[in-house]
């Protein structure tokens, strides 16, 4: 075991080269807040690991501190990475804890929730690099970059990538055509589908950023084996509610606003990257698969620049 104030340069060091700027100063601030906590209200010496009932009673004191929910959310990040980054296990884990937020999460007053962000380019870069720091499975890793590139580049719903309600919306492995620089997609059907259904053309990008590199390392990590498109290590169809906690963990890591953003803000990112990037109509309908103005609904202003 080690103490925690050793350990703090480092810390320091490791939260600089691996996060953003701005989530590494909270991270550390945050790191620092619960090593206090443990050192003058519960008069401790600090070690890791950290022990689950210390942290439950660090969740209590933000609470009467009268910290949203969402700020402490942060706060247990923090503290679950630094344990990661350390090689040590991950006690936010543990039932007790989830259950202690759960509990912190039904008792925050119910407010009127805000519309949800988008996940565009900039926002999407930041979560493909978050999620080797929320997985140190090499095939979640490799599972979740693909899954991540395509909803946002294909336009997808939840229910089109992943196991969901509806089963016959979601993509299964014959559906996805490789050609030598592309995949093709061939929807059997999708929300509001009628008549002779697209096939959906994705296009290779430079950079580690790049949808078919990411899906051609992703599908050679599966394998051919028939069934949806996206299974975890175990072959078991991935499930909408694992692929939002992920997604969230990735937000949390990045210091985003996990209430803000969950699945469909793919859909509603690429819908306002595009016009952003002041692509045309018929071109952000045919991304998105819609007859009709409906797409309006997922535009997001990112700026506005005021007339002369």
């Given at each position: 075991m080690s103490t925690a104030t050793e350990l703090l340069p480092t810390l320091k060091r490791l939260l600089k080269s691996s996060l953003q700027l701005s989530t590494s100063k909270a991270y550390y601030h945050h790191w620092?807040?619960?090593?206090n906590f443990i050192t003058s209200e519960v008069r401790q010496q600090v070690v890791l690991p950290s022990s689950p009932p210390i942290i439950a009673l660090f969740i209590a004191h933000l609470h009467n501190r009268a910290l949203q929910y969402s700020t402490i959310r942060t706060y247990i990040s923090a503290i679950s990475f630094v344990h990661k980054i350390m090689?040590?296990?991950?006690?936010?884990?543990?039932?007790?804890?989830?259950?202690?937020?759960?509990?912190?999460?039904?008792?925050?007053?119910?407010?009127?929730?805000?519309?949800?962000?988008?996940?565009?380019k900039p926002v999407l870069r930041r979560l493909i690099q978050a999620i080797p720091f929320c997985t140190e499975e090499k095939y979640d890793q490799v599972m979740y970059k693909a899954l991540f590139l395509l909803s946002f580049h294909a336009c997808l719903r939840a229910g089109e990538a992943v196991h969901s309600t509806n089963k016959s919306h979601t993509l299964r492995m014959h559906q996805i055509i490789p050609t030598s620089t592309s995949f093709h997609i061939e929807f059997s059907s999708f929300k509001?589908?009628?008549?002779?259904?697209?096939?959906?053309?994705?296009?290779?990008?430079?950079?580690?950023?790049?949808?078919?590199?990411?899906?051609?390392?992703?599908?050679?990590?599966?394998?051919?084996?028939?069934?949806?498109?996206?299974?975890?290590?175990?072959?078991?169809?991935?499930?909408?509610?694992?692929?939002?906690?992920?997604?969230?963990?990735?937000?949390?890591?990045?210091?985003?606003?996990r209430e803000r953003y969950n699945t469909h803000s793919f859909r509603i990112g690429r819908t306002t990257q595009l016009k952003n990037d002041l692509a045309k109509k018929s071109t952000i309908k045919a991304t998105g698969r819609w007859k009709s103005s409906a797409y309006k609904n997922y535009i997001r202003p990112l700026h506005f620049t005021l007339p002369f």
């Open positions: 620092k807040c619960f090593v090689s040590f296990p991950d006690p936010t884990s543990a039932f007790f804890i989830s259950k202690t937020l759960h509990g912190l999460a039904k008792s925050a007053p119910k407010t009127k929730r805000p519309p949800l962000l988008p996940i565009t509001h589908s009628s008549g002779t259904l697209p096939v959906v053309k994705l296009r290779p990008l430079k950079g580690h950023m790049c949808p078919v590199k990411a899906l051609r390392k992703y599908i050679k990590a599966r394998g051919d084996q028939r069934g949806p498109l996206f299974l975890t290590a175990n072959k078991r169809p991935l499930t909408r509610h694992v692929f939002s906690h992920f997604l969230k963990e990735c937000v949390t890591m990045e210091g985003l606003c």
